[in-house]
């Protein structure tokens, strides 16, 4: 099983790595910088919705985000 700073790691090196601030990504969300900032740091544990939304901005799967994959293969596309 991968840590849970592992999961945290990987958030925030997603959201550095396209260049964001925790506010922006906060807004994306649609929750404040403050309560982005406890999911970065491990001190609550981020709704699978959320993970869901983070998944389909930065264009990879969630398997990745939770550290169940090391690939960061793409958001798969909705299907109709």
């Not at 001190?43 to 389909?56: H, Q």
Request: hydrophobic share 30%; charged share 35%.
């Amino acid at each position: 099983m991968k840590s849970k700073e592992e999961f945290t790691d990987r958030i925030r090196n997603l959201r550095e790595d396209n260049d964001l601030r925790q506010k922006e990504v906060a807004k994306l969300l649609n929750i404040t910088q403050q309560q982005y900032s406890l999911y970065e740091k491990g001190y609550r544990l981020m709704p699978i919705d959320m993970i869901k939304k983070l998944a389909k901005y930065y264009n990879v799967d969630m398997n990745y985000i939770v550290g169940i994959s090391d690939l960061k293969n793409p958001y798969p596309k909705d299907r109709k």
